[in-house]
């Protein structure tokens, strides 16, 4: 700023040709700029100031709290040595960009001058971002979970300056409410009990970290011990149906009460399971369970009918109020579930809602190079200029905003309006559809968010319609709406492009092209593997980083500043989508990409001694313990896909190695798997795998053949979970060849025309040279 003052000064000495106006301009303009730098200097050296380290950083989430009062310092050693060095407690908070309630704990208390004097002067005060550094949000989340019994965000723990956990909890309002300690209070409550007695406290944080690591362990390398490598038993199966059953919400779909989640490793244990015995009682009520969820899903408030895509959950048991942040991972979970029960069922409902959730990832959450990015926000202004943000602002309406907009007749008949209509099929309410009890800061009174409870024929017969009719209107009415909701101030999106969750994008757009037989979808599908690989992997290292980010005041550029190496996830979901592209493209090169990102994350995560993968890599010295991820929550663990990538690997290249760690993976979690089957419903989806044992397709063929083509499409239309398909031409450098004796084995016979092998239980068929001898293998 000073050496912009001085060439401002020169031109001002030297020009003489600048007009009276013009130097009065340029001189304003020279004492506006020393002004600021005097003021800037004058608050550098004034030891009442902030100084708040977040300014420099990347993460979206950050940055939003740059401009707090707070001396806010990213997780690093600087930060540490601090609380070292000052002798202080570390308040740590953490949160993402998009997460409401992390709004409201800035709003109250980082923005609030007299909490933010608290935490300045008696704390070192650290921000993470929990989908930048998902370990350290694993360990002290582990900590809050097991110390309270409830876990979210924002997440706020008190740390030792060796950063033992020693308090915590979630969301604390700032003032003592309710008989409820607030913030203030606790900040205070901290720091005397730190300031009188900080031995006592070290021996506390000591003593929890110790815990925790027998936590850690427990589960995994004693139970191991005690089963000698025992993988659990198929009982474990029936009982995770049990579990999921007993929990069932049998009028709205969905498991639990609210808040209620989409919980997509649910319905893929549910599928499996149906699979196993479709004519089974069981087995059909594990289908009906799976469908009525996302049937009601799709119906619900937390499906956004005018502007596609799923919100992240419902504050309700009717799926209707969400926090309406919508997330990436979603998206890419719920997209793999449409596409299944559509296979399965064929109806047009899971067909649409596909397409739906797929158009506004498209739309919204796609970078032109092929990434996706990670989030838009729950809140947003209501109003351009408007000085706070309320939530769900971009998504709710009014009574008589629907009314106005869709006041025109329908098309067919003009003694109806289109406004009735829907209001009618909508849930609309003059006083807003909105339970109070659902709105606890008032922010979504007289709105309405849009739900189905009736259906399409009763809304038809209502108003004497066909249903076609009803659908065309409903359409013409959510355009309008659509063109509308867009001139309102749109959330903040998160352009944080994160390597597990493009992952998970990545096969809900192959198996979504399967599904549907979509060269669009599969397209998409390659672009997004394509960026990945581009931005994200290094060959030489044959590493990948956990994110990237797309900086906006540089055309889009992608930026890797200070990069974060990749974790267990990021290896996993990565791997399973790979797996799924190839599934799509029959390009061999996925595999070979696979295949060499198993073995690195073998190399780098897998714990030899407790026979399971750590979250995070050992040599992080500001990450006290290596973690294992145990639990398949709104994400699966990376334990549970890496164990069905292992099975599908071993299965493809002949690979014994990987279907031995499999095992040792699974004995891992015996214990685990035999309580409570139901906190791992994706590694009972591995279990089911393990004993069906794959499903081999071998289609020998040029896959741009025609026959070969509809073998294909064939094969796609029928879900099949345990399957593991090769197509198989003559080239002899494709990893397929290389790897596996029976594919070898098989090219090297020269087959004469197109045909398909199908092996069941490691029993292989003849080969079959019809489609309809291959539907009947597949369906008997």
Known sequence: MLSNVGKLLRIYSKNCVLNKSSKRFLLSTILDSKQRFCSVMAAST?????TNQLIHERSPYLLQHARNPVNWYPWGNE????????????????????????????KESFENESVAKIMNEHFVNIKVDREERPDIDKLYMTFIQLTSDSGGW???????????????????????????????????????QWRDDPEKLSATGQKVISMLEKA?????????????????????????????????????????FAPKFPQPCNLSFLFYFYAQNPSGNENKLALSMALKTLEMMAKGGIHDHIGQGFARYSTDEKWHVPHFEKMLYDQGQLAVAYSIAYMITERPLFRDVLIDILAYVDRDLSFKEGGFYSAEDADSLPSEGAKYKKEG????????????????????????????????????KKTGNVDPQGDPHGELLDQNVLIVFG?????????????????????????????????????????????????LMLSGY????????????????????????????????????????????????????NPIHGFLNDYAFLIRGLLDLYDCTYDPQWIEWGNALQEKQNQMFWDAKHKAYNLNLPNDETVLLSLKDDHDGAEPSGNSVTLQNLLRLSTLLDRSDY??????????????????????????????????????????GSKNDAVTKDMLSEIHKLYIPNRVLAVIDDDKTSVLYRKSETIQSIVDSKPSKVNVHVCKKRVCSLPVYTVESLKTMLTS
């Not at 004034?46 to 902030?50: C, E, L």
């Not at 029936?238 to 929990?247: A, E, N, T, V, W």
């Open 154 to 192: 924002p997440m706020s723990v008190f740390l030792t300056p060796n950063l033992h956990p020693i308090a915590g909890g979630t969301y604390f309002p700032p003032e003592d409410k309710y008989g409820r300690r607030g913030f203030k209070s606790i900040l205070q409550d901290v720091a005397k």
């Open 216 to 256: 850690n362990t427990f589960e995994v390398g004693i139970v191991a011990e005690l089963t000698k490598g025992a993988v659990p038993e198929e009982s474990c199966i029936k009982l995770c149906y049990k579990q999921l059953s007993d929990r069932f919400d049998r009028t709205f779909g969905g498991f639990d």
């Open 659 to 700: 279907s031995e760690i499999a095992e040792q993976t699974l004995s891992s979690f015996t214990s685990r798997l035999t309580r409570f089957p139901l906190s791992l419903p994706e590694m009972v989806y591995g279990l089911m795998f393990h004993y069906d044992s794959a499903t081999q397709i071998f289609v020998i």
């Open 510 to 561: 192959a198996i979504a092209a399967q599904a549907l037989r979509n060269d669009d979808y599969k397209d998409r599908a390659i672009k997004s593997a394509e960026f990945i690989k581009k931005y994200l992997w290094n060959e030489t290292s044959q590493e990948l980083l956990h994110c990237c980010y797309v900086d906006d005041k540089k055309e889009n550029v992608v930026q890797i500043r």
């Open 393 to 428: 602002a971009f998504y709710v309406w009014t009574y008589e905003e629907i009314e106005s907009l869709l006041s025109q007749p329908l098309k067919d008949n003009d003694t109806v309006l289109l406004s009735d209509v829907f209001i009618d099929y909508y849930n609309v």
């Open 455 to 503: 259906s399409e024929k009763n809304t038809a017969e209502k108003f004497n319609l066909s249903e076609d009719q009803l659908k065309s209107e409903l359409e013409t009415a959510r355009k309008i709406l659509f063109v509308e909701r867009n001139k309102r101030p749109r959330p903040h999106l998160d352009s944080k492009i994160i390597t597990s969750w493009n992952g």
């Open 46 to 50: 004034n030891s009442s100031t902030y």
């Open 79 to 106: 930060a540490i040595e601090k609380a070292k060095n000052e002798n202080k407690i570390i308040f740590l908070s953490v949160g993402y960009s998009t997460c409401h309630w992390c709004h409201v704990m800035e």
